[in-house]
């Protein structure tokens, strides 16, 4: 922007960031945790496997917002970022940790269509297996119930390092203007 900030670049990036950890951990506690409460084990994991399909658009779209928002930042803090090793770091750990929760992701929603392939076998709920599942859904169940919450705990992680960002800029506002 004109005025030498990234507001298009961080709103991009915050914005979807939120969508991106609040959606996954709605999901995990939420989607998946009133699933398990249906009468019908059949139910379960068909409504699981429909809220998460109708999410996943938005999931994928946020990430990628986010991916274009960070890029942005990045391109438009380049010189604190070549010249600061405490942003330079912050920045790597941030693009390792954004990979990282786009596999989680992506892992969480292939365990999903797993799932969903078998929906009609029910459970006891979207991540707990029913004593006669077969052994690919009862795997599959038993994966995204650990992996359901990585994507939050990454994205997480995430947020605090905007902030910490953020108080780096604060703390290098005028010396870095060159």
């Known amino acids: 922007m004109s005025d030498g900030t990234n507001l298009l670049s961080r709103a991009a990036h915050d914005l979807s960031l939120a969508t991106w950890f609040g959606g996954s951990l709605m999901g995990a506690v939420g989607l998946n945790g009133a699933t398990a409460k249906a009468k019908d084990p059949s139910e379960r994991l068909r409504l699981s496997t429909l809220g998460w399909a109708r999410w996943t658009p938005v999931q994928i779209a946020a990430a990628g917002i986010h991916t274009v928002g ?104 005028g010396l870095l203007d060159v």
Request: charged share 15%.
């Open 70 to 173: 960070g890029l942005g930042l990045i391109l438009g803090n380049s010189k604190r970022v070549a010249n600061d090793s405490g942003s330079r770091a912050n920045t790597i750990a941030k693009t390792v940790l954004t990979v990282a929760a786009m596999g989680a992701t992506g892992y969480s929603g292939y365990l999903g269509s797993k799932i969903g392939k078998h929906a009609g076998h029910g459970g006891a709920g979207a991540t707990e297996p029913s004593g006669d599942a077969p052994k690919e859904l009862a795997s599959a169940q038993k994966q995204l119930a650990v992996v359901q919450w990585v994507t939050p705990a990454l994205t997480g992680v995430l947020v605090v390092l905007g902030a910490e960002q953020g108080e780096q800029q604060r703390g290098l506002r």
